[in-house]
């Protein structure tokens, strides 16, 4: 029995993604290209995102941001144009969010940190409701500030 493991599309897509980002630490003229890459990675895969492809999404305007978190928090600091959709207030929060957000809608979910539970509650309860497209930044509001990338609030 022969193992062919370039046969699904998803592995290949993963790769070229891996060999593009590898390339662009080399060339910075494939910073576009990794850009790119990464956005497309991050739109096909399920679950979790990690800082750089979180970044790609926001950078390219193609995903909307959720912070789970309180609205007091929210309203302290979160990522640039996110919306508040807090956990404990959801309930209240979705119908609004649901009718300015078509449920098609690329959805990222951010908390505090990667032991926050929130955003993974937030994405469910999203889900539950229709939408498919959401995805996880576990990084958080602490890793995305670390990083140097704009807040506001």
């Known amino acids: ?3 062919n ?3 699904g599309k998803p592995l290949r897509r993963k790769l070229f993604a891996a060999v593009i980002i590898l390339l662009s630490g080399i060339s910075p003229s494939l910073s576009q ?3 790119a890459a990464s956005v497309a990675l991050a739109k096909e895969e ?3 995102l990690d ?3 979180t970044k790609a999404l926001f950078d390219s305007h193609s995903a909307c941001f959720v912070d789970a978190r309180s609205e007091y928090v929210y309203y302290k ?3 640039k144009g996110a919306i508040s959709l807090s956990d404990s207030r959801f309930d209240e929060q979705f119908p609004d969010f649901s009718q300015k957000k078509a449920i098609e809608t690329l959805i990222v979910v951010y908390c505090t940190e990667s032991s926050c539970g929130m955003a993974r509650h937030v994405a469910k309860k999203l889900m539950k409701n229709g939408y498919r497209n959401v995805r996880v930044f ?3 509001i602490i ?3 670390h990083a140097g990338f704009p807040i506001e609030g």
């Open 33 to 35: 290209l990794h850009a």
């Open 1 to 3: 029995m022969s193992l």
């Open 77 to 79: 600091s979160h990522i």
């Open 46 to 48: 399920s679950g979790e």
């Open 5 to 7: 493991i370039m046969s």
């Open 51 to 53: 800082l750089f492809a």
């Open 138 to 140: 576990s990084g958080g």
């Open 143 to 145: 890793e995305w500030a």
